[in-house]
């Protein structure tokens, strides 16, 4: 089991872009592995479809994608021109690449199987997880949903970056007082009951 702080572990892959070495594929990145049921399915297409329209916001974010099922890399390659389709993506080349754990060794490592759903042929169906891990390779999240339900990515963009570009950002009560008049001058303090002064906002930078 991996613990939020955890180092995540540096897994060999088959992948869509060729054989990858995680930590080194992600490099001084973010990196936010998924994983999906199965290839060729409505929900697990529009899921990649709108990460497909997503990814030039996380790539401002410094923020690397890849996705992760048990189908291999040549289903997976088929599958792409499927999502692209579908999102209406024009670009020369699929932005993010898709993991083949054919044998379920990874997923059962991260512990992304299942057990309730399986495909055609009995065995258990990867659960739909979200891992973001940090440029020093730490988990700093994980969601797991059963493969029944879909998931909102926009709240996963929303997870590295919880605010909309334009709108005043909250200051951390870490910021002392004195070093949040140097640091930001135009600072709100919003009024509540309490009286607590915690609720300080800034125009973002």
């Known amino acids: 089991m991996i613990n939020l702080g955890d180092v995540f572990p540096n897994f060999s892959a088959k992948t869509t872009i060729g054989d990858i070495k995680f ?24 899921e990649l479809a709108r990460l497909l329209k997503l990814h030039p916001e996380f790539a401002k974010r410094n923020t690397k994608v890849i996705a992760l099922s048990c189908d291999p890399v ?59 891990i940090d440029p020093n390779k730490k988990l700093r999240l994980s969601i797991l949903y059963p493969a029944t339900t879909g998931r909102n990515f926009d709240c996963v963009t929303s997870i590295r970056s ?32 309490s009286g607590k002064n915690y609720l300080r906002k800034t125009p973002q930078p």
């Open 23 to 46: 930590h080194d594929w992600l490099n001084d990145s973010w990196g936010i592995l998924f994983s999906h049921p199965a290839d060729f399915t409505p929900v697990c297409t529009t």
């Open 74 to 132: 040549s289903q997976h390659l088929k599958w792409s021109n499927d999502i692209r389709v579908y999102a209406g993506y024009s670009g020369d080349a699929f932005p993010y690449p898709i993991i083949a754990d054919e044998d379920r060794e990874l997923a059962a490592e991260l512990h992304m199987i299942d057990l309730d759903e399986k495909d055609s042929v009995g065995l258990p169906l990867t659960a739909r997880a979200v891992f973001i």
């Open 162 to 193: 919880p605010h909309h570009p334009g709108e005043d950002v909250m200051v951390q009560p870490t910021v002392s007082d004195d070093e949040v008049k140097t640091l930001f001058p135009s600072l709100t303090v919003v009024a509540v009951p």
